[in-house]
């Protein structure tokens, strides 16, 4: 029984010092204090120092020592603001006197006749004590009020680490769904959400339960942030957003803590919306973590985000939204029914997606009567909302630095190529053999996308130098609007593409070079994939021999499932199919060496020609030598 009260008074005095931190500072300062008097006055200094070892002290009156000092019977003086000490000549004995005069004209004199040794002051008197005992009182004075002040701003933990506050970004978005553009499945999801923001007794009459998380995933650009704050703007709520990183700090704790802090104050003003961007800093699978359990500091925060998201009811209106490009990555719990059970896509828009994009970023740049958006859109196939609006500006600042009133077709074209391409080098010195080894290189690749079927047709071939490293280029850009499969011929019809430019070097130059090496890499992977992924050859039949994990960011990682002895088979099928191809290539080019020869002495001259350049000089050499035109057969004119 002794023993629980003891703990429970323990335990009281614990959250007394808990809940009252200042007053557990001022105690803790007053004893400071104590101890720095108790080190500074004389006889602790003195102690410390260890100045000399006294076997007796006696307290004794003035008179007392001015008679010692009379009688020779003193060694040494110390004389202090209130004080005065007395060394005998044995040094056995210390006489200290107290309340001593201010100031005694005949001791100073008096101890010199004697030729004893004195130290100390005369004549401070109370000042001296006074500063001496209130300047650390003022110091620690200093720091406590430094340190209340930084909890009075609500920053807490230490020195700020634990709140959330300066981290979140509270506001009502004036943005609408009309402003979110190439993701009209997306918002067709989070309408109802929107519906019970605005009207949660609807709901709750008829006991239905609203997903109280939503993920959003998808490529990096596609709007998910924006169509988190429509969603916000659409119900007129307030909008905590806050990124996953910033939950993570080096103590232990301090996540979980500000988790806490978002929660409490989006359900001050419920109904809100909690936004987390890149929720994938904290929400990472718990299972990948390695013997240890991974990360203390990244699942304490998680497990505090799956308690709050467990600690309010459906009739709490507070919806949490969560962005992420990286979706496989989560933890299982997170995903359950009940938090985020509800993952919309929020993908790369397709033709119409990006025409309405555009028109929406287009809406505050002057364009030109002849710009033509479609021709922008249909031109852009792959490329994100961030994308195309990153074009519309390019073109906007092109459109100015050549001191234009209006943006035209030809800034967005080239706003296009910058963003496929890179950024032109024209300033970068080529030599001429270098510029005669592109431009041959160059024409092989557009002669075979021009003649093979199955490959895209030629936008553009250009020998200026472009981006990190490229000394030149072939822009193939599709005809259609939007692509989701590849036939197999067509994958066979890139290969030919890529292998175009060495056969081309081989052929007019008589010498390879080092430019060819990115188009054999992209050949052998295309290769690779059509054996081990889509059972597209003999070699494996319709066994999948590698298995890629899917991934937003692209890339992820690749486990191969198959023996050494298949290995070897791969290799050997990719291989002989190159060779197969090259050659096939090679001859290709020698029955047009005409028109090579034309379209690397045009590039020589100007630089840059159009595709449809490209096809007309293909043409007339057909036409002169009398062979039935291949374009004909393979390509429509549009």
């Known amino acids: 029984m002794n023993n629980q009260n003891n703990k429970k008074n323990d335990n009281n005095n614990n959250n007394f010092f808990n809940d009252n931190p200042m007053l557990a500072f001022g105690i803790f300062a007053l004893a400071m204090i104590i101890i720095f008097k108790s080190l500074v006055n004389d006889d602790g200094l003195n102690n410390i120092m260890g100045d000399q070892k006294i076997a007796k002290t006696e307290k004794v009156k ?94 807490g ?32 999801e989070v309408v109802e959400i929107v519906d019970f923001l605005k009207f949660p007794e609807r709901y709750i009459e008829l006991g239905a339960k609203i997903p109280k998380g939503l993920l959003l995933v998808g490529p990096p650009g596609t709007g998910k942030t924006l169509l988190a704050k429509a969603v916000a703007g659409e119900a007129s709520v307030p909008f905590f957003s806050v990124s996953g990183s910033s939950f993570i700090e080096m103590f232990v704790g301090v996540g979980a803590s500000r988790v806490r802090d978002l929660f409490e104050q989006a359900k001050k003003d419920a109904p ?40 309010f009811g459906t009739d709490t209106p507070v919806i949490v939204l969560a ?37 929406v970023h287009s ?25 195309l609006a990153n074009i519309i500006n390019e073109a906007a600042l092109l459109a100015g630095r050549l001191n234009k009133k209006v943006i ?59 981006g990190l490293g490229a000394l030149g280029y072939t822009l193939h850009l599709p005809d259609e609007e939007d692509r989701f499969l590849k036939q197999k011929h067509e994958l066979m019809a890139e290969i030919d593409v890529f292998l175009g430019g060495r056969a081309a070097e081989e052929i007019f130059i008589g010498e390879i070079s080092t430019g060819a090496g990115n188009d054999l890499d992209r050949a052998t992977a295309i290769l690779k994939d059509m054996i081990t ?8 039949g319709l066994m999948v021999l590698s298995r890629r994990q899917s991934s937003f960011l692209g890339g992820g990682h690749i486990s191969n499932d198959f023996s050494e002895k298949m290995a070897q088979d791969i290799d050997a099928n990719i291989k002989a199919t190159l060779t197969e191809r090259y050659e096939f290539v090679k001859k290709t080019l020698k029955e047009y060496d005409g028109a090579i020869e034309k379209m690397a002495e045009v590039l020589l001259d100007v630089e840059v020609i159009e595709g449809s350049t490209v096809r007309s000089i293909i043409e007339e050499y057909e036409k002169e030598q009398g062979m039935e035109s291949r374009l004909a057969h393979t390509k429509k004119e549009v």
């Open 157 to 188: 933990g230490i020195l700020g680490a634990g709140r959330a506050d300066k981290l979140i970004n509270s506001e009502k978005p004036n943005v609408k769904f009309d402003d979110v553009q190439g993701v009209q499945e997306a918002k067709d």
């Open 533 to 540: 992924v889509y059972g597209m050859s003999d070699v494996a």
């Open 62 to 155: 003035y008179s007392d020592i001015k008679q010692y000092i009379k009688d020779d019977k003193v060694q040494s003086v110390k004389i202090t603001s209130s004080t005065i000490e007395a060394i005998d000549k044995s040094g056995n004995i210390k006489f200290i006197a107290q309340n001593v005069p201010a100031f005694d004209e005949k001791l100073i004199p008096l101890m010199e006749e004697r030729n004893i040794t004195y130290e100390g002051r005369i004549g401070e008197g109370l000042m001296a004590e006074l500063i001496g005992m209130l300047l650390p009182i003022f110091i620690f004075f200093g720091i406590w009020l430094f340190l209340a002040k930084k909890m009075s701003k609500g920053m």
């Open 272 to 311: 809100s919306i909690i936004f987390i961007d890149e929720i994938d800093a904290i929400g990472k699978s718990r299972a990948s973590g390695g013997q240890m359990g991974g990360n203390d500091e990244r699942e304490q925060t998680l497990n505090q985000l799956l308690a709050e998201m467990d600690g």
């Open 408 to 466: 035209e077709q030809s800034e967005l074209l080239e706003a296009i190529e910058r963003s496929f391409v890179g950024l032109e080098k024209k300033n970068r010195k080529v030599s001429e053999v270098e510029k005669r080894i592109v431009a041959y290189h160059e024409s092989g690749h557009a002669l075979m996308a021009e003649l093979t079927k199955g490959a895209t047709r030629v936008t553009k071939v250009s020998i200026i130098p472009r």
């Open 363 to 387: 809406k505050d740049v002057k364009l030109s009567e002849n710009v033509d958006l479609e021709i922008v859109a249909k031109q852009t196939a792959g490329l994100a909302g961030a994308d």
């Open 323 to 359: 962005a992420t490009n990286r979706p496989e990555t989560l933890d299982a719990a997170l995903l359950r029914a009940g938090r985020f059970d509800r993952q919309v896509l929020v993908d790369k828009p397709d033709f119409d997606g990006r025409l309405a994009i555009l028109k």
